[in-house]
């Protein structure tokens, strides 16, 4: 029996002709039985023009944040793969189907596009402090957590429904650490994971920016490994937790 897709795509102020173009490239690749499109503070104009699209348009009049605009678009999806993809597109519709198979065969429990894996095809760079920086977070985040994969941080995931219902319980960040916070809550839960070369090509106009959202991912990564120690049940980490640690996103959600 196949398996349902659904897919979220997380937009922040996007450029509306370039999200336009890539939510109808993945309709016509994915065919996602449910597909929505989670609107962060739109410009004026924004929701008017993506209305035509084959999504669910879900606007929140403030940022919530990738990690927490995925989550709540996750949580309203009934399918059997919840499936994500960045608005600004840097990874082709072919690679994000390519993403979710390892799921929607049933062989893993999640999978997580590279753009750092051998087999990757990158076909524009990103400029050489971004690049030189992600390097040195992907080489960190290898050895603190225990996937280890090449690239913690591509716009592209996938996770069975069955397995999001563990992992949700356990998420924090709001941010854009969410995806190392993800694997690293995945990892202590024995998920098996994929990690699935993509081909990529690099948006300079990212609302990612290179040096304070990189410090926040270095945070993100330390209170990931702190997390997944208490998940997997260190005495330490669980006491800390339960004092220091923010608020589930499933309770800020109101969920």
Not at 179 to 205: F, H, M, N, Y
Request: charge should be negative; charged fraction near 30%.
């Amino acid at each position: 029996m196949s398996r349902s897709v659904g897919v979220v795509v997380p937009a922040y102020r996007p450029d509306v002709d370039r999200l336009s173009r890539y939510v109808r490239a993945l309709d016509e690749r994915l065919d996602p039985a449910e597909f929505r499109i989670e609107l962060d503070d739109p410009s004026p104009g924004d929701r008017e023009a993506l209305a035509d699209l084959p999504a669910t348009v879900h606007v929140a009049d403030r940022r919530r944040g990738k990690g927490a605009a995925i989550t709540e678009g996750f949580d309203d999806l009934s399918t059997d793969v919840l499936a994500f993809a960045d608005a600004d597109g840097s990874t082709p519709a072919d690679s994000v189907a390519d993403v979710i198979d390892p799921v929607a065969s049933g062989e893993f429990d999640l999978a997580a596009g590279s753009r750092r894996h051998p087999e990757a095809t990158v076909q524009s760079h990103q400029k050489t402090l971004r690049r030189f920086l992600g390097d040195g977070f992907a080489w960190l985040a290898r050895q603190l957590l225990d996937p280890d994969l090449y690239d913690y941080q591509c716009g592209a995931k996938a996770v069975s429904a069955n397995f999001w219902s563990r992992l949700r319980r356990h998420l924090t960040e709001s941010g854009f650490a969410w995806d190392i916070e993800l694997l690293a809550i995945a990892g202590a839960l024995g998920g098996k994971i994929a990690e699935v070369p993509v081909v990529w090509e690099d948006q300079p106009e990212s609302t990612v920016d290179p040096v304070s959202d990189t410090l926040s991912l270095f945070t993100g990564l330390l209170t990931a490994r702190h997390r997944a120690k208490a998940v997997r049940g260190d005495r330490l980490h669980e006491l800390l937790a339960a004092r220091l640690d923010r608020p589930l996103l499933i309770e800020r959600g109101g969920r």
